[in-house]
């Protein structure tokens, strides 16, 4: 049973361009939402991470958007260079502190063309 | 360099055969995981150790088992290989508010078993 629903499984955007990537999840007690970013070869990174009390967090070209109501969250990533080609996660657990664990969405791999 | 350390990088095993994986971390993290990475199917936690002494099964904990030997240290054994189990996997550690940190992720073991 997969908790956390991530759409599309693969995107191919032209350098400049907009990507969109969108998450679904089930557990109405998940209340931290992070991305992770993933480089071949590489254990995941952090990207960005909000909580269900913001509609929308920005970090440079990233943002998150939030829809409590739905249960649903994206990543956008605007203006988006061939650097960001990589598999992206979303990710949600109940609190953010030490011990909590994540549930990871099935991974989106995007590939942005020069 | 800080980090969490995996190894080895690559293992190939017979079906029936048995290993360790090792998962170091420098950072004084309390809590590990181990998942395993499958296309299309995300990272699913195996195992996970809140604290220093403590260990819980994750989403898919059968045929896997871990030691958690001290702070630093977080080892996952396979005890009697399966095709099943030919997968990339993660160990991570955190530590303090996941919202600003996030997990650590190793660089991953690839094992193949056949």
């Known amino acids: 049973q997969q908790q956390v629903k991530q759409s599309p499984q693969s995107l191919i955007v032209q350098k400049g361009g907009i990507s969109i990537i969108n998450c679904a999840y089930e557990n109405t007690a998940f209340d931290y939402f992070p991305w992770y970013q993933q480089f071949p070869g590489k254990g995941p990174a952090l990207l960005i991470a909000?909580?269900?009390?913001?509609s929308e967090k920005k970090e440079g070209r990233f943002t998150i958007s939030f829809n409590k109501s739905a249960k649903q969250f994206s990543l956008h990533i605007m203006d988006s260079q061939p650097g960001d080609s990589a598999t992206y996660f979303c990710?949600?657990?109940?609190?953010?502190?030490?011990?909590?664990?994540?549930?990871f969405g099935e991974g989106t791999q995007l590939t942005v063309n020069p | 360099n800080a980090g969490v350390t995996q190894t080895p990088k690559f293992q190939v095993l017979k079906t029936g055969q048995s290993m360790t994986l090792q998962c170091a971390q420098d950072m004084n993290h309390n809590s590990m995981y181990w998942y395993r990475q499958d296309p299309g199917m995300g990272l699913r936690l195996i195992y996970y150790?809140?604290?220093?002494?403590?260990?819980d099964k994750g989403e898919v904990p059968n045929g896997y088992n871990v030691s958690r030997l001290n702070k630093r240290e977080f080892s996952l054994r396979l005890e009697s290989a399966a095709p099943s189990q030919t997968s990339v996997y993660f160990c991570a550690s955190s530590d303090r508010q996941l919202l600003f940190y996030g997990y650590t992720f190793g660089s991953g073991t690839r094992l193949t078993v056949v």
């Open positions: 990710a949600a657990s109940v609190g953010e502190t030490s011990g909590s664990r994540l549930t």
């Open positions: 150790s809140a604290s220093e002494g403590t260990t």
């Open positions: 909000i909580r269900p009390d913001v």
